[in-house]
């Protein structure tokens, strides 16, 4: 079963190598993604193409299979963790020559809460879809929230809770926003187990994402109908 010892990734095509990091991606192979994006590099590939093309792509593949109920959360946070071995390479080179982001996008766990692998995974995933993810953490107040979004400028807030007992302090939040004339700012995505449909529309929330490959779906659908919008 020893096969992938016998895939020398330095002697593969362009193509056949973007499709083995996508292979490697799903498997949760650190470093073998670490080695492809050095060599794709290597090969004068811009850190964008190298993002969307093997990266961002293989990750789509795995949300697909972890929507469908093939692919389970610890295999998931494997292959979001080698995405994001290989986004550390490119983060920098992607500043560097000013490629686009799909947008910028402020999370994180509300107030009592101290849950977070739904959360770190909704990171993850999409940050691997290109997106900017600024992570709050836990436990966060209202008032983190609005400072993140006054320093942040995000197009996206997202809000986590996995208790009933703190689902409600979501509304807090929105209401706050609400409040301060600046809710329409920003699309709001909530998500955790005991949430659902109806409780995200009666809190005034944009969407419920019931996991991470639903919360990049709906975020990317969101953000392009935003700048439909905008441009209309």
């Known amino acids: 079963m020893e096969t992938n010892d016998e895939i020398i990734l330095d002697e593969l095509e362009d193509n056949e190598l973007v499709l083995q990091m996508h292979d490697d991606l799903y498997d949760g192979m650190k470093d ?7 060599i794709l590099l290597g090969r004068n590939w811009t850190p964008y193409d190298v993002l969307t093309k093997a990266l961002v792509e293989g990750m789509r593949i795995v949300g697909i299979d972890f929507r469908d109920g093939i692919l389970f959360v610890p295999e998931v946070l494997l292959a979001a963790n080698s ?10 080179l992607l500043i560097e020559t000013g490629a686009p982001r799909l947008g910028k996008m402020v999370i994180g766990t509300v107030k009592g809460d101290i849950h977070d692998i739904g959360k770190n995974l909704v990171s993850m995933m999409m940050e691997g ?20 979004l006054d320093k942040e400028k995000p197009d996206i807030l997202g809000m986590s809770a996995l208790l009933t007992t703190t689902m409600p302090y979501m509304k807090v939040v929105i209401d706050t926003l609400v409040t301060q ?7 709001i995505l909530v998500g955790g187990a005991p949430l659902n449909e109806e409780f995200s529309k009666s809190i005034g929330a944009d969407a419920y994402c019931r996991d991470a490959a639903v919360a990049v779906e709906t975020a990317s659908n969101l953000m392009t109908l935003r700048h439909n919008q905008l441009s209309a």
């Open 129 to 148: 879809a290109g997106f900017e993810v600024i992570d709050l953490g836990i436990n966060n107040p209202v008032e983190n929230y609005l400072e993140a």
């Open 32 to 38: 073998e993604i670490i080695e492809g994006v050095n």
């Open 83 to 92: 995405m994001k071995a290989g986004m550390q390479i490119l983060k920098p």
């Open 181 to 187: 004339g600046v809710r329409d700012n920003y699309i």
